[in-house]
């Protein structure tokens, strides 16, 4: 028997246990794996789960308090979603499914929901009527609109209308110089955020113009952001104009060229090109056309990709991360019509191990059904994770709940389901060009349509996963996110394959029923 003072002599002889992130790739050995193929070995904690850190890279240029994205599904992400998952710490990748119009309108919604200051907003003159003021509430959900002599921002402000203005006005067409407040309270442009925060709090107004020495409207400062600002403290913002960040798809066809421009137009912050097989000649080139065209001004994320080979292209066709999955997804049967992608837990790994040579973050995209899915993506080298069937469902996707055997339910499609193809012509189809389908005559689906279980907000979900993210880390022993890759490369932390019956140990077994309630 070995005396205990010499513990760790012996375990040094004995050699760590389980396997480095290499060895748990094994593509000889054992082909490729799956998130549930695996689990992550227990670490060393000092450190409290509440002090993680999740800040983290979405591409070479933009950085999240929280490593979650939205799919650019139309169940799952329009501007509601993207609204409030910016808020929460993550951002929202809207879809392309609709016209380009549709598209940019909802990142302008995005980008107008909260903001520092407000550097476009809303304007009507003297000469409009009550009834324009209603029709901007019924379509963007304010009031408080600055009033200039020509009805322009950058015009002369004249007043201000408020909801107390116009509440209990009945002649809808009285105009706006009979009702507007002219005792205006403003800022002279160049005021601080926090200053112009501090007169809003003072005046007691739900908004502040803020004006040159010419009297004409420079921009906005609302109160309602000021307190979203204190009810969500890891909100994705950017670092000059203070607005949530957001995403939107696009495809590589000409059209999607003029698509984008509306789009950076409208503030965009990220684009995602949106192929099922990203490894073309036609996402090369609408890769550098993006470079050449817009430079620094947006970053790129393109994909998706499963190997290094298809990696290597999009890194040197100027990327600024990746997008990793071919037929993971729950409504994605690409990988049984097609014959091609990959298991994705080996293509996240694979993928990212390489991309980090060059300093290009990784997005895993699909297969991600349960928080613990989420700490494995990132574990294998992904910076963030996309979503898809976790967010459908919740209160901030597309469509309508309808009930079904007793259950609240949401419907929820894949983009290559032939539901989603047939939801506008060619030319507006972004399912369709992801796959490479307008011109076919035949429409091969490679996804299908279902429908999921109602989640609630993701106001609540979102936090749950922050939390049960922040627990999984500290399990691991890893005291922050961004250090967590550097120590599987170091092979601090360690993984282990599980056979199929150790998969149904690991789960809820042997019960005659029981409820699952996974957050509170």
């Known amino acids: 028997m070995v005396d205990s003072s010499a513990v760790f002599q012996e375990l040094e002889k004995m050699g760590r246990d389980g396997l480095k992130g290499s060895e748990l790739i094994d593509l000889r050995g054992t082909g490729g ?30 950085t999240l308090k929280t490593p979650f994205a939205s799919s650019p599904m ?26 380009a119009d549709e598209q940019a ?104 113009p803020i004006v040159d020495a010419s009297g004409n409207l420079v921009s906005l400062v609302a109160r309602s ?115 091609v992608g990959r298991p994705q ?19 895993a995209d699909g297969g991600i059904s349960n928080v613990g899915h989420v700490a494995k993506a990132l574990a294998l080298g992904a910076s963030c994770v996309m979503m898809g069937s976790l967010l459908a469902g919740t209160s901030e996707a597309p469509g309508e709940y309808f009930f079904l055997d007793g259950k609240r339910l949401k419907k929820y499609r894949g983009m290559g389901s032939l539901d989603a193809m047939e939801r506008n012509d060619s030319d507006n189809s972004g399912s369709q060009a992801r796959y490479f389908s307008e011109s076919d005559t035949v429409k091969v689906a490679q996804g299908v349509t279902g429908a999921v279980v109602d989640k609630g907000s993701i106001k609540q979900f979102i936090p749950y996963l922050i939390t049960g993210l922040q627990h999984s880390l500290q399990d691991m022993g890893v005291p922050h996110l961004h250090n967590l890759w550097d120590m599987v490369v170091a092979g601090d932390v360690r993984f282990e394959r599980r056979s199929a019956a150790a998969q149904i140990e690991g789960g809820v077994h042997d019960l005659f029923s029981f409820e699952k309630r996974l957050y509170k």
């Open 33 to 62: 794996l799956t998130y549930n193929d695996f689990l992550i070995l227990p670490g060393f904690i000092n450190f409290s789960a509440d002090n993680v850190s999740l800040e983290t890279k979405l591409t070479r240029n933009i």
């Open 74 to 99: 139309d169940t799952v992400t329009e501007s509601e979603m993207a609204i409030t998952l910016a808020l929460l710490g993550g951002i929202g990748i809207l879809h392309n499914n609709c016209t």
């Open 105 to 208: 309108a909802m990142v302008r919604r995005v980008k107008k929901f909260e903001n520092g200051f407000i550097t476009d907003p809303i304007v009507l003159s003297p000469a409009h009527k009550i009834r324009d003021v209603m029709d901007i509430k019924k379509r963007l959900g304010f009031t408080g609109i600055p009033i200039t002599e020509d009805g322009k921002a950058g015009g002369r402000l004249v007043g201000i209308v408020t909801n107390r203005d116009i509440g209990f006005m009945a002649d809808l067409d009285a105009e706006l110089a009979t009702v507007m407040t002219k005792d205006v309270v403003t800022a002279k442009h160049g005021v601080t955020l926090g200053e112009a925060n501090r007169i809003l709090r003072e005046s007691k107004k739900g908004k502040l």
């Open 225 to 339: 952001d000021l307190l979203k600002n204190r009810d969500y403290p890891w909100a994705s913002k950017h670092p000059q104009t203070k607005q949530l960040l957001v995403g939107a798809a696009i495809g590589t066809r000409p059209a999607d060229r003029e698509r984008l421009a509306k789009l950076v137009d409208a503030g965009l912050d990220v684009v995602v090109i949106d192929s099922s097989q990203g490894n073309s000649s036609f996402q090369i080139e609408m890769v550098k056309h993006i470079k050449d065209t817009y430079g620094a001004q947006i970053d790129v994320l393109a994909g998706n990709v499963v190997t290094r080979d298809q990696a290597a292209n999009l890194i040197a066709a100027g990327a600024d991360g990746l997008r990793i999955g071919m037929g993971s997804g729950s409504i994605c049967i690409t990988q049984e019509v097609m014959a």
């Open 345 to 363: 837990a080996t293509g996240v790994f694979q993928v990212s191990q390489f991309a980090r040579k060059f300093g290009i973050p990784t997005v």
